[in-house]
């Protein structure tokens, strides 16, 4: 037995021996952590813009708009209380209005009114009211938006006057509702799914539900561990949370099918259930622990990135899987020798000569023509990845509409139909003047006049047309030095003012563009590329920021920069791009060294990283065909092609490592062809079932995701269970059999394995093959 053996063993016999103090430990730390630290759900952040560096040219425009639109570096932030009827507002509606007002100023957290906008139709009020939220607490955020629709009652609103929350604020709040209810789904069905697939391949009730348990145990940890470090500071995605779960569940799973499978096996050799048990952990302990040691040195690979999102998610996922690594080589084998032979009821385990089966004449056939099968198998998957050059990323800057039903979808739509110049999720044109432009508003013209000869912009809405109703440089001087900040004034004119209707409101509004002290501007605007979400839009991006910074230039502002979610995307499409290409070298790196120290070769890990590379590359283009050319989309989330490499390139080798150490055992008794066949077809239930649940689990994802980000995560889902379900059914069938018999002994060089396998094939030539058509071969 090598030292790793050996230090297996061990672990072993302690595990089997203190099997009841191993199950009450692992509840003990499941009570006490399930007590102690918050869920994971509650530390969620649905917005990606707030991963970027605040370096990223889009974050550095969004806090110098601070004072106007909220956030940065002043953690204020606004909350849009819109209140509309049918018909016209009438006067009781007006003083309803001011009531609510009046309620929203106490609320706790409010830091005032930023500005009061009715409507060009009469039908509608906006009042945009500051409020003091931590950056990306959405707990905190939740709470200011259920204080606030708590004010509602305290109106007195009269009957047809509705009252709605709108904007980021109340629509994050809205989206982090749905993406718990998306995750508790998630969760719920991949428990089913698995347990069915389960109960299908053991026919074996107990069995079923011990190979899960620890899994389903690691979640919970999980969360609450994870929930912890998010309380701490640690930025955690709503993908995070989706990817926790079935990696958690899916991978989790397949390494309990590693060793059940391992353990029935040992049992139909005649061995008692604790032997069964001790000689199954050693056997594949350093499988199940080298395939997560590749998922947890790719995920830890993330914490080089710059992008927040994929810094912030390497570790909770590094984290979920070395809690499921431990309860899997504890836990699970503390079970197994706990009900023995009992857990496969009410299937009878006999001792007794054992059938390779279907994967084993599969095997038999294919590497009959090595070369051949290389060769298909490597002009099938380039096909796919050819496919994969029509990707195009778009972008993913996280939920910005809300889910339909919820209040804020209402509030939203509320604005759409009556402001539809500040609610059509425009680009943000943000300047910053030495000194305050509300008296001597020329420069504005100038920046308005530059801007709108530029062709990029569709609409343009700034301080001297802000709610349709456009006002002279001269009458906005005049208006302010008779009015003062816009943002003070109240809902209705004073009786003492003498300043038209329109006037007034139109001013009033004025308040949402340009700040108190009159330095900071913004005009908001629609571009000709399309809508923010677009891809057109996110990669016009340059141009909008040239056409930006000319404008500062001649209106004389010291400061300029494009805020929205075009502008954001852009930033976090680049960012993305930078990372891929940073990780991908450094991963392959790591990995390789891994594999080469596992197989104790640096000849099979080679040919192991090339076929999960022909992998990925063939998933992205299935994900490719799959929604650009078939389903008609502009571009894939930019997400995925990072996800899919960090995951595939990982989890993919889980069974290539399942299949060599195998091969690597069987071929220390036996010639390598018979080794590649023997270990194909005792691997084959094991990484069938693998790989079905693996990838089922992320089918689940394009089942059961739901919320604003539903068509982002079913892309990544599918594309993941693609690059599963080849490695499994092709890459561990075709390529890596294939590859080693055409290797030969140089797939162990330079271990003394491959001296050894120059000695089985002397012995093949004077004694029969154990397969039929080796013979006639």
Same mark, same amino acid.
């Given at each position: 037995?090598?030292?790793?053996?050996?230090?297996?063993?061990?672990?072993?016999?302690?595990?089997?021996?203190?099997?009841?103090?191993?199950?009450?430990?692992?509840?003990?730390?499941?009570?006490?952590?399930?007590?102690?630290?918050?869920?994971?759900?509650?530390?969620?952040?649905?917005?990606?813009?707030?991963?970027?560096?605040?370096?990223?040219?889009?974050?550095?425009?969004?806090?110098?708009?601070?004072?106007?639109?909220?956030?940065?570096?002043?953690?204020?932030?606004?909350?849009?209380?819109?209140?509309?009827?049918?018909?016209?507002?009438?006067?009781?509606?007006?003083?309803?209005?001011?009531?609510?007002?009046?309620?929203?100023?106490?609320?706790?957290?409010?830091?005032?009114?930023?500005?009061?906008?009715?409507?060009?139709?009469?039908?509608?009020?906006?009042?945009?009211?500051?409020?003091?939220?931590?950056?990306?607490?959405?707990?905190?955020?939740?709470?200011?938006?259920?204080?606030?629709?708590?004010?509602?009652?305290?109106?007195?609103?009269?009957?047809?006057?509705?009252?709605?929350?709108?904007?980021?604020?109340?629509?994050?709040?809205?989206?982090?509702?749905?993406?718990?209810?998306?995750?508790?789904?998630?969760?719920?069905?991949?428990?089913?799914?698995?347990?069915?697939?389960?109960?299908?391949?053991?026919?074996?009730?107990?069995?079923?539900?011990?190979?899960?348990?620890?899994?389903?145990?690691?979640?919970?940890?999980?969360?609450?561990?994870?929930?912890?470090?998010?309380?701490?500071?640690?930025?955690?995605?709503?993908?995070?949370?989706?990817?926790?779960?079935?990696?958690?569940?899916?991978?989790?799973?397949?390494?309990?099918?590693?060793?059940?499978?391992?353990?029935?096996?040992?049992?139909?050799?005649?061995?008692?259930?604790?032997?069964?048990?001790?000689?199954?952990?050693?056997?594949?302990?350093?499988?199940?622990?080298?395939?997560?040691?590749?998922?947890?040195?790719?995920?830890?690979?993330?914490?080089?990135?710059?992008?927040?999102?994929?810094?912030?998610?390497?570790?909770?996922?590094?984290?979920?899987?070395? %809690?499921?690594?431990?309860?899997?080589?504890?836990?699970?084998?503390?079970?197994?020798?706990?009900?023995?032979?009992?857990?496969?009821?009410?299937?009878?385990?006999?001792?007794?000569?054992?059938?390779?089966?279907?994967?084993?004449?599969?095997?038999?056939?294919?590497?009959?023509?090595?070369?051949?099968?290389?060769?298909?198998?490597?002009?099938?998957?380039?096909?796919?990845?050819?496919?994969?050059?029509?990707?195009?990323?778009?972008?993913?800057?996280?939920?910005?509409?809300?889910?339909?039903?919820?209040?804020?979808?209402?509030?939203?739509?509320?604005?759409?139909?009556?402001?539809?110049?500040?609610?059509?999720?425009?680009?943000?044109?943000?300047?910053?003047?030495?000194?305050?432009?509300?008296?001597?508003?020329?420069?504005?013209?100038?920046?308005?006049?530059?801007?709108?000869?530029?062709?990029?912009?569709?609409?343009?809405?700034?301080?001297?047309?802000?709610?349709?109703?456009?006002?002279?440089?001269?009458?906005?001087?005049?208006?302010?030095?008779?009015?003062?900040?816009?943002?003070?004034?109240?809902?209705?004119?004073?009786?003492?003012?003498?300043?038209?209707?329109?006037?007034?409101?139109?001013?009033?509004?004025?308040?949402?563009?340009?700040?108190?002290?009159?330095?900071?501007?913004?005009?908001?605007?629609?571009?000709?590329?399309?809508?923010?979400?677009?891809?057109?839009?996110?990669?016009?991006?340059?141009?909008?920021?040239?056409?930006?910074?000319?404008?500062?230039?001649?209106?004389?502002?010291?400061?300029?920069?494009?805020?929205?979610?075009?502008?954001?995307?852009?930033?976090?499409?680049?960012?993305?791009?930078?990372?891929?290409?940073?990780?991908?070298?450094?991963? %392959?790196?790591?990995?390789?060294?891994?594999?080469?120290?596992?197989?104790?070769?640096?000849?099979?890990?080679?040919?192991?990283?090339?076929?999960?590379?022909?992998?990925?590359?063939?998933?992205?283009?299935?994900?490719?065909?799959?929604?650009?050319?078939?389903?008609?989309?502009?571009?894939?989330?930019?997400?995925?092609?990072?996800?899919?490499?960090?995951?595939?390139?990982?989890?993919?080798?889980?069974?290539?490592?399942?299949?060599?150490?195998?091969?690597?055992?069987?071929?220390?008794?036996?010639?390598?062809?018979?080794?590649?066949?023997?270990?194909?077809?005792?691997?084959?239930?094991?990484?069938?079932?693998?790989?079905?649940?693996?990838?089922?689990?992320?089918?689940?994802?394009?089942?059961?995701?739901?919320?604003?980000?539903?068509?982002?995560?079913?892309?990544?889902?599918?594309?993941?269970?693609?690059?599963?379900?080849?490695?499994?059914?092709?890459?561990?069938?075709?390529?890596?059999?294939?590859?080693?018999?055409?290797?030969?002994?140089?797939?162990?060089?330079?271990?003394?394995?491959?001296?050894?396998?120059?000695?089985?094939?002397?012995?093949?030539?004077?004694?029969?093959?154990?397969?039929?058509?080796?013979?006639?071969?």
């Amino acid at each position: 037995m090598s030292s790793i053996d050996k230090t297996f063993e061990t672990l072993a016999r302690a595990v089997v021996r203190f099997r009841w103090l191993v199950v009450a430990f692992w509840l003990v730390v499941a009570i006490a952590v399930s007590g102690a630290f918050p869920s994971l759900s509650s530390e969620v952040n649905n917005d990606n813009s707030a991963f970027l560096r605040a370096s990223a040219p889009s974050t550095k425009a969004a806090n110098l708009a601070a004072p106007l639109l909220g956030g940065g570096a002043g953690k204020t932030t606004t909350v849009q209380v819109v209140a509309s009827r049918p018909g016209k507002l009438t006067p009781a509606d007006l003083a309803a209005i001011q009531r609510e007002a009046a309620a929203v100023r106490k609320v706790p957290g409010v830091l005032g009114l930023g500005g009061v906008e009715v409507s060009s139709d009469g039908q509608a009020v906006e009042l945009r009211v500051r409020v003091n939220a931590a950056r990306n607490d959405i707990a905190s955020d939740k709470t200011i938006v259920d204080d606030l629709e708590n004010t509602f009652t305290s109106a007195g609103a009269p009957a047809g006057l509705q009252l709605h929350l709108a904007g980021q604020i109340a629509t994050a709040v809205a989206n982090q509702a749905s993406s718990n209810r998306s995750g508790n789904e998630v969760q719920l069905f991949s428990f089913l799914f698995i347990i069915v697939l389960l109960l299908l391949v053991f026919r074996a009730p107990l069995a079923a539900i011990v190979t899960l348990l620890p899994s389903g145990l690691a979640l919970l940890l999980s969360l609450r561990v994870i929930g912890e470090l998010g309380a701490h500071g640690l930025e955690i995605s709503s993908i995070t949370q989706v990817l926790l779960i079935v990696l958690l569940l899916g991978a989790g799973t397949d390494y309990g099918l590693f060793l059940v499978f391992r353990v029935r096996e040992e049992l139909r050799e005649g061995r008692s259930g604790h032997d069964a048990v001790v000689r199954a952990l050693v056997r594949v302990g350093e499988s199940i622990t080298a395939s997560a040691g590749t998922v947890i040195l790719a995920l830890l690979t993330l914490l080089l990135t710059t992008f927040g999102l994929y810094h912030d998610l390497g570790l909770p996922l590094a984290i979920g899987m070395a %809690i499921m690594l431990s309860l899997g080589l504890t836990l699970l084998p503390a079970l197994l020798a706990i009900f023995g032979r009992a857990v496969f009821w009410p299937s009878k385990i006999k001792p007794g000569p054992q059938r390779d089966g279907l994967w084993a004449r599969i095997a038999a056939r294919l590497v009959r023509r090595p070369a051949l099968t290389l060769g298909i198998g490597a002009a099938g998957f380039l096909a796919l990845a050819a496919v994969a050059l029509g990707y195009s990323s778009s972008g993913f800057g996280g939920a910005t509409s809300a889910p339909s039903g919820s209040d804020a979808a209402a509030g939203n739509a509320t604005l759409a139909a009556h402001f539809p110049q500040t609610s059509s999720n425009p680009a943000n044109l943000v300047f910053e003047y030495p000194q305050s432009v509300a008296g001597s508003p020329d420069a504005l013209v100038t920046a308005y006049d530059s801007l709108r000869s530029s062709g990029q912009f569709t609409a343009i809405s700034g301080p001297l047309d802000p709610n349709g109703t456009a006002l002279a440089p001269s009458r906005y001087s005049q208006l302010a030095a008779q009015l003062g900040p816009p943002g003070q004034l109240p809902v209705r004119e004073p009786a003492s003012l003498s300043v038209p209707r329109t006037d007034y409101n139109a001013y009033r509004a004025s308040a949402q563009y340009i700040s108190s002290d009159g330095r900071i501007v913004q005009f908001e605007a629609s571009l000709a590329a399309g809508s923010q979400a677009s891809t057109a839009a996110m990669n016009a991006t340059p141009t909008i920021r040239d056409v930006v910074e000319r404008a500062a230039n001649r209106s004389g502002a010291v400061q300029s920069g494009v805020a929205g979610e075009a502008a954001a995307s852009y930033d976090i499409s680049t960012t993305a791009n930078h990372d891929l290409k940073l990780i991908v070298p450094i991963a %392959i790196l790591a990995i390789g060294l891994l594999l080469a120290l596992v197989l104790r070769s640096p000849i099979a890990p080679l040919y192991l990283i090339v076929s999960v590379l022909l992998s990925y590359l063939a998933a992205l283009g299935v994900a490719t065909l799959a929604f650009i050319d078939i389903g008609g989309d502009s571009g894939i989330s930019f997400f995925l092609p990072f996800l899919m490499f960090v995951f595939l390139f990982a989890l993919g080798e889980d069974y290539n490592i399942l299949v060599m150490t195998r091969i690597r055992e069987e071929a220390r008794e036996l010639p390598l062809r018979e080794a590649v066949i023997r270990a194909v077809g005792r691997t084959g239930s094991t990484v069938t079932s693998a790989g079905l649940i693996l990838g089922g689990t992320f089918i689940v994802l394009t089942v059961a995701s739901s919320g604003a980000e539903a068509s982002q995560v079913r892309a990544i889902g599918l594309g993941l269970a693609a690059g599963v379900l080849m490695d499994t059914f092709l890459v561990r069938t075709l390529l890596v059999p294939a590859t080693v018999i055409l290797l030969g002994r140089w797939n162990w060089w330079p271990s003394s394995m491959s001296r050894a396998e120059v000695r089985h094939r002397a012995e093949a030539h004077v004694r029969p093959t154990a397969d039929p058509s080796e013979a006639r071969s």
